[in-house]
């Protein structure tokens, strides 16, 4: 497979360039495709530690939870968590890791008095102990959701770098050098038969 | 300023109550669906969803997967885990490296 061109010197000069630039890109783009792997595999080894810990950790939390709640009337269940005691709101930074834009959480808390939304009274002690665990959850999710995220679009900017590298390699520098190749080829060829025309002439001068 | 937010069955809903995010229980996927696309539109960051009904609603989430924000993730409910969360983590990496070497690894152990 050839780009059709015109066999001219012009051509093969402006054909050279392009294939010195593929290269170039070629090469960056493999670097860039390298090193996103390799900071891929160090998040995706967390991202996968933490969901098992934070999976392990919930179902452990809900399960003290729903023991909590069958020790009290719903109602009382419904009464006491009605009003939560802090507020989690987050603020969002941007990082760039090797041009992929991925969001860094910061969790700001605004705590009530007490961990407890509700007076110690009518609630059992499971209560408390399957709040304070899920409150102290709640960061750990965060990093979940922010490294997960992160894994995501590494993934997917991984996956574009890599059509793109191979688009290169397989295709567009193949083609210029197939291209190249033929257009000197066409030249050298332009060449041999000016020459046996002129030394034909030549011949013909002489006798003449 | 971002919101957090859960969605979830109503008993799971209940446990996070307390810790300070927006909960939203939903009963079925319809629900769920809607719920979702909302709290896209009102400026929440990070909506974490049970493993229950993100089953159901796939498409919608995977609509998110390649935007920044927001941040869908997957928890087990009070029902436990269904192993979607961890799957999607090998898929990610399937789909960049084309074969999962972190998780094969382990297998073979």
Redesign the interface.
């Known amino acids: 497979m050839e780009i059709r061109v015109n066999p001219t010197r012009m051509e093969l000069t402006r054909l050279k360039k392009r294939l010195v630039t593929a290269k170039r890109g070629h090469k960056l783009l493999k670097d860039k495709q390298d090193e996103l ?1 390799k900071k ?2 160090d998040m ?2 967390q ?2 530690l933490l ?2 810990e ?2 392990c950790e ?2 452990g ?3 003290s ?2 023991m909590a ?1 069958s020790q009290m009337p719903a109602n009382v ?2 009464e006491s ?2 009003i ?9 930074r ?1 990082e760039n890791i090797m041009s992929v ?3 860094r ?1 910061e969790i ?3 705590e009530g008095k007490n961990l ?2 509700y007076g110690l009274a009518n609630t059992s002690a499971e209560m408390d102990s ?2 304070r665990t ?2 102290a ?2 960061p750990k ?2 990093k ?3 490294i ?2 992160a ?6 900017e ?2 574009k770098t890599r059509r793109r590298v191979n688009a290169l390699e397989y295709v567009l520098i193949p083609q210029l050098e197939n291209t190249i190749k033929y257009i000197t080829m066409k030249l050298d060829e332009n060449e041999r038969s000016s020459r046996t025309r002129l030394m034909k002439i030549k011949e013909m001068v002489m006798q003449g | ?4 937010g859960v969605i979830a069955d109503r ?2 809903v ?8 927006d909960t939203f229980p939903a009963v079925d996927e319809t629900e769920a669906a809607d719920r979702l696309m909302k709290l896209v539109r009102e400026n929440y ?2 909506i ?1 969803i049970t493993e229950q009904l993100a089953e159901k609603i796939r498409e919608r989430i995977d609509l998110f ?2 935007k ?2 927001p ?1 869908i ?1 997957l ?4 029902r ?2 269904l192993g979607i ?2 799957s ?2 090998k898929k ?2 399937e ?3 084309g074969v999962d ?3 094969e690894r382990e297998g073979r152990e």
């Open positions: 792997i891929f595999l995706v080894k991202n996968k969901r098992e934070v999976e919930l179902v939390a809900f399960k939870f729903t709640r269940v419904e968590l009605m939560p005691s802090a507020r989690v709101s987050i603020n969002i941007k834009n991925v969001p959480l700001s808390r605004e407890f939304p399957a709040i899920l409150s959850m709640l999710m965060l979940l959701a922010e997960e995220k894994c995501q679009l590494m993934a997917d991984i996956e | 300023m971002y919101k957090i008993d799971t209940l446990s996070f109550k307390s810790t300070g995010i960051a990070v974490f997967r390649d920044m924000l941040i993730t928890i087990p409910s009070n436990g885990t969360g961890i999607d983590v990610s990496v789909k960049a490296i070497i972190i998780f």
